[in-house]
């Protein structure tokens, strides 16, 4: 039988415990953010906009999380390809629609396959990576 | 001083307590829900999927909580309005884009004006009502 | 540790299988259909347009597969919904992106959960769902 | 009579072939992709989606495969031209709405006319090109 394959799927329990330590980690460093914890799907299982984050950043961090779910790479990391290939950027990313390869968000990677991604916007680029990466590193 | 006037706005701690508040009362009824706390502009300050919840809800409780914070009624009176008058629901509703008259959210009153919404989808449509209520009354 | 739950996520080998049962019921009532299999998120996991069904049918096919995954519903069944409560049709449905409550699709239950869902476009609404049915019943 | 031409016109079984052609290669190089197969007209005519391979890669395919029918060019010759002319590039790919000039798709051709297209997303660019290359021979 191989029609289906059991997968670990992301509670609401780990996704709310993933957005505290996201939350956590954003208050040490003084950095209002928004925070968005997604399945494999890249939709969203919970979120939080932190007094005094701008606005913008809640559609920024959903495409963040979808980015990082949709292709199981940090962020920060199609980033740097795009860097190096400025073709493949003005090609492909403009052309799906919640493409955006911007640093922070990180996927919740378990037992090799993605399960999830915690996503960050409202500091600066490295600020929202380091906030989203501990945020997955509460469910490693 | 009349250019600015203060007014209640709800902060990512508040919006948290009124969240808890409504996963509590979907837990009693036993339905998984998603649950969106919104600003009096209708944007979200943190949701919840929870565990069971179907998927379309997520589009479908933002709608309502922008629906409930931008016009300071439950989202059932709106319905209620709809009901008796389908030559306005078809000539407005599809006008405003956000704009979706269903049961299921609830807006804080604060000192008489909106300072944003409680919104639920998943359940019953009272049921999902229901819920909004009890998360909007954990801030009265 | 309930960060996690694992569930069982429908495989290529699987969606092939509800694929080719599809198609062999299309083939027997005698009419060309699109057919679209998709996991529990609503995405596209394999399709098939046959020969002589209408181009249209490969966006409808596509959304009610979203409905059906994204609801845990066959779309027929929301379609009784809609036309029992027509307020709710027009103030929800339009709304809601991908939501067609038009019948044709079945979800693909596993354990009492939605692993994703067979859709159909392209013949009467009952022979869609008909075919739909059998999709999906071949993964029961 | 010249109202009419007779034109080869990719069958589902065909589409099938190509299909089952592509996965056989991805499957050797050991890398999970999305594959699509279209009809002249860039319309979908079947697809899969790899166990493992990127959610992103569904819409990547499919535009790839688009760009390839509508063209009847592989896009990797495509990406040379932009590479070559970035003002191209920005004048004319963002005004198209589905071209995506990126490696990965081949034109299948028939009696010197475009009748298809074999679009891939989800491994490298080359490995890419090579399992589209690899499907579209499958019908030469």
């Known amino acids: 039988m191989t029609d289906f394959v059991d ?29 968005v914890i ?7 299982v919970t ?9 913008f950043s ?3 961090a959903e495409k963040k999380g979808w980015t990082a779910a ?3 790479a940090r962020t920060c990391d199609l980033r740097d390809v795009f860097n190096a290939d400025p073709t493949l950027l003005h090609a492909l990313a403009p052309k799906v629609d919640d493409l955006m390869a ?8 378990v037992d ?16 929202d990576q ?4 501990a945020g997955a590193q509460c469910l490693a």
Do not use: F, K
């Open 58 to 60: 809640i559609e920024v």
């Open 70 to 72: 949709a292709s199981g």
């Open 7 to 35: 997968r670990p799927v992301i509670t609401h329990a780990g996704a709310r415990r993933a957005l505290d330590g996201a939350i956590a980690e954003a208050d040490s460093l003084g950095t209002p953010v928004v925070i």
């Open 112 to 127: 090799g396959a993605t399960a999830g991604a915690v996503a960050v916007s409202g500091a600066t680029e490295e600020q």
């Open 47 to 55: 979120m939080a906009r932190m007094d005094g984050a701008p606005l």
């Open 102 to 109: 911007v640093g922070g968000a990180t996927p919740i990677i």
């Open 38 to 44: 997604t399945d494999a799907a890249g939709n969203t």
């Open 130 to 133: 380091q906030i989203a990466d």
